[in-house]
């Protein structure tokens, strides 16, 4: 099971691994289909303040998902044979408690799971304990340029999200998950692009 996803979740013809399960059941009748991947989005609690965020007002409301609802979501999931599940959100999941437990209960049920987080908050929620259990990782890089990362995301934790994908694959090696980085082009980060691709690709041995 480890790395499909690069087959089925990360392909840029993805739509036909679905389709080419589910078409013959549906021309012999069948409806009521399971979804194929879940996007989970547990909280919008930030600890980052970024400039160019689209989910500022709701960040402010602090909102999250109650433990009890989470729980409850994580087995109606299994229940299905859900394929797949995306942690994300308008918010940093990894500051949501129940996070870590959930991802090793979704592996352990044959279910691939990804992330999409700024990385700062990865080691001190236990994550890279369980870090085996994912099969991707997407990393919010505002910058690679300290005062630049600064002004963009109002923290001075760059080098969190500089040396993660290092401490993860020095942890797991062989186990570990694909780690890819997403960046959002500003006028501010602009002429730095190709600096921030040699950075993270000095950083992981070229494997971003």
């Not at 059941?25 to 194929?36: A, I, Q, R, V």
């Not at 689209?54 to 994580?74: A, C, G, W």
């Not at 991707?136 to 963009?152: F, H, L, M, Q, R």
């Not at 062989?174 to 006028?187: C, D, K, L, M, Q």
Request: aromatic letters at 8%.
């Amino acid at each position: 099971m480890k790395y499909s996803l690069c087959d089925d979740f990360l392909n840029s013809k993805k739509i036909i691994y679905p389709l080419a399960k589910y078409l013959s059941p549906y021309l012999k009748g069948k409806t009521n289909f399971t979804p194929w991947a879940v996007e989970i989005h547990p909280t919008a609690k930030c600890n980052h303040q970024c400039i160019h965020c689209s989910y500022k007002e709701r960040n402010s409301n602090r909102v999250e998902m109650p433990t009890e609802v989470f729980q409850k979501l994580i087995n109606s999931l299994i229940e299905m044979k859900i394929r797949g599940v995306y942690f994300s959100g308008g918010g940093e999941p990894c500051t949501y408690p129940e996070l870590p437990s959930a991802i090793k209960k979704l592996n352990e049920n044959g279910i691939e799971v990804a992330l999409v987080t700024n990385g700062t908050l990865f080691e001190k929620n236990g994550l890279n304990e369980i870090a085996n259990h994912i099969n991707y990782i997407a990393v919010s890089v505002p910058s690679c340029t300290k005062n630049i990362y600064e002004k963009i995301t109002g923290r001075d934790l760059m080098e969190k999200i500089i040396s993660l994908p290092k401490n993860i694959k020095s942890k797991w090696k062989n186990e570990s998950p694909i780690i890819g980085a997403r960046v959002v082009i500003t006028n501010l980060i602009a002429e730095e692009v190709p600096h921030i691709l040699n950075t993270l690709s000095k950083e992981v041995g070229g494997g971003v």
